[in-house]
């Protein structure tokens, strides 16, 4: 038998690996949560989406499957988990962007992150350059492909947008680069000025708009508008407002739609707002069990058609693995169901700038990327999920922050 002080050691060298993996995985969390709820309070209340602590969908909204069905979700998570990964690697393109702004073109990053001109001025959507969406740097959803260009290198914006605090929308680094590289005002949703306040983004370059709030940026008026969803950094869920938004010119209109289910919101922005030459619209991360607060590419096509959008630009796909669909599945589906509707779709690779006043014919490039085969041993850009729970027990001991 050992003797005590070898036991010791033999303990501490086991207990080395998951304790460094706790460590690093709390590392740097209380900051990436974002603001405290009491502060987050403070700022939202009066508006008419806000009661009893919370923000609510206008329409009754399940966020999450009932208890009973997570337990199949944590089997599928288990299961299925690499369905959604890229058959190979995603080709991406690197963008030339003009030194002035364009009449009307996109240039998308991948997932919902994209670079709008709209009549001469500039608009960055849900910027996230990070490598990981998720409060911990060790566990959570990984790109699928680097960012197709450095965040140095985007021209001066007129405003950052965004669509809601979920980590695959707003990023902790990124911010704190853009800070560095970008002079523009961030027009947010109600309550994300608390989580970008405590981020060091001063509160003169701070904009923060309930729904049918607007804002004028030059010539540019950013409308926020309803979308169906939830919001949360970890512990609160709800404390902050999930928008839509539109971007209105003297001569044109985008709807960037963020992270939304299906609304009959849609065709009452439309009715007020629209026509739009461009919407970029969520296609990916649907399943049955959140199907109110994601759409599937079927019923993107008919929000673009409630809208009265012009050309539509798919976002929320290809970038991060958060469903379990295959990982060429969405595009698949919203161009068979654009189709026979003759809606003109654009699918660029991510850093491909579209002029969407004269947008190049389609190009299908991801059919060859495929999607992994079942049972494919490729990382699926998470960890096991006992060492995922184990980090979750860990956070729920913390306090807020
Ligand atoms: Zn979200
Ligand atoms: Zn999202």
Redesign the pocket.
Known sequence: MPSRPLRRAAVATVLAGPVGFVTAAAWGLPKALGAHRRRLRRVVAGSPQFSEGKFHNRIPTPALSPANTRDGLLRQWHEERHVGLPGGPIPLAHAALPAEAAELAVTWFG??SALLEVDGQRVLLDPVWGYRVSPSPVFGPTRLHEPPMELDELPPVDAVLISHD?Y??LDLPTVQALLRTQTAPWVVPLGIGEHLRKWGVPEERIVELDWDGEHRVGELTLTCTEARHFSGRYFYRDTTLWASWTITGPRHRVFFGG?TGYTPAFAEIGARLGPFDLTLL?IG?YNDAWHAIHMDPEEAVRAHGDLGGGILLPI?WATFN?AFHRWAEPVQRLLAAARPRGIEVAVPQPGERIDVLDPPPLRDWWTAVGSAAQGSDQDAGVRSSVLARTVTRLLQLLPGT
Request: charged share 20%.
């Open positions: 997932h919902a979920h695959d929308h992270d969520p991360a929320h958060l």
